[in-house]
């Protein structure tokens, strides 16, 4: 939807923008039944699409029955409640009190942090201040409120969740499925960039596809048990 939108002017409103939205509800529910936390960022979005939309709210929601049906019926036969899955059976995992590490965790932990595995990502914080803070948002930026709202309102909902680090993983398993709520903003912070930010956003880019690389080809989960939290930098300092 971000890629249709991205096609027109900016100074169409959000309104006038008709990508089929119907494909819309399609996609946004196969984020969903994927990894269920995308119910936050694709809310985000859904509410959006009812205040400057209203009309279609009925084909966003149609869109999205072809998916959720067939889930929904499957869950109801195989694991006995059609908001069930397998890991309920399968995991020990329960809620637990908010932790506040645990978005430093999933951020910059040796094991699973987001900027440690992909540090090109960091862009994506000054774009976020730009998306919110700079001229008056037309078009496509106006989906950008939303798609930040959900990406942190993700990372909280993993704050209450004891298994936050995703079990047997190499990177950040968990932020996965919401990074591509990540990339818009991300292309606003380096669309300005001078000369040699460019060549610093290369580098992050080739340290990012280089640590890819080592889980691909060389990982044995050693990492994971050595270096799961952000309190374990220090052994790796040393």
């Known amino acids: 939807?971000?890629?249709?939108?991205?096609?027109?002017?900016?100074?169409?409103?959000?309104?006038?923008?008709?990508?089929?939205?119907?494909?819309?509800?399609?996609?946004?529910?196969?984020?969903?039944?994927?990894?269920?936390?995308?119910?936050?960022?694709?809310?985000?979005?859904?509410?959006?699409?009812?205040?400057?939309?209203?009309?279609?709210?009925?084909?966003?929601?149609?869109?999205?029955i072809p998916v959720a049906l067939p889930l929904?019926?499957?869950?109801?036969?195989?694991?006995?409640?059609?908001l069930s899955g397998g890991y309920a059976r399968e995991m020990d995992v329960h809620w637990t009190a908010f932790s506040p590490t645990t978005p430093f965790n999933l951020?910059?932990?040796?094991?699973?942090?987001?900027?440690?595995?992909?540090p090109a990502l960091v862009f994506a914080i000054p774009g976020s201040l730009m998306a919110l803070f700079g001229r008056r948002q037309l078009g496509i930026q106006r989906l950008y409120p939303a798609l930040i709202a959900g990406f942190c309102a993700t990372i909280?909902?993993?704050?209450?969740?004891?298994?936050?680090?995703?079990?047997?993983?190499?990177?950040?398993?968990?932020?996965?499925?919401?990074?591509?709520?990540?990339?818009?903003?991300?292309?606003?912070?380096?669309?300005?960039?001078?000369?040699?930010a460019k060549c610093f956003l290369g580098f992050l880019v080739a340290v990012s596809i280089s640590v890819q690389m080592i889980g691909v080809l060389c990982e044995d989960f050693s990492w994971q048990e050595r270096y799961g939290r952000i309190s374990d930098w220090h052994r790796f300092v040393e």
């Not at 859904?46 to 009925?58: G, Q, S």
């Not at 019926?73 to 006995?80: A, E, K, L």
Request: proline letters at 8%; charged letters at 15%; hydrophobic letters at 50%.
């Open 1 to 64: 939807w971000s890629w249709c939108l991205h096609t027109q002017p900016k100074e169409i409103p959000l309104s006038g923008i008709r990508p089929g939205i119907a494909r819309v509800g399609f996609a946004l529910a196969l984020a969903i039944a994927a990894r269920p936390t995308n119910a936050i960022p694709a809310l985000m979005v859904f509410a959006l699409i009812a205040k400057e939309r209203r009309a279609e709210v009925f084909r966003f929601i149609l869109g999205g």
């Open 72 to 82: 929904l019926i499957y869950n109801t036969i195989v694991f006995g409640a059609p």
């Open 107 to 118: 951020l910059i932990s040796p094991n699973v942090g987001l900027f440690v595995h992909a």
């Open 156 to 196: 909280l909902l993993y704050s209450f969740w004891d298994d936050w680090a995703g079990g047997h993983r190499y990177g950040p398993r968990m932020l996965t499925d919401v990074l591509p709520w990540l990339m818009p903003v991300f292309a606003v912070g380096i669309s300005k960039l001078r000369r040699y």
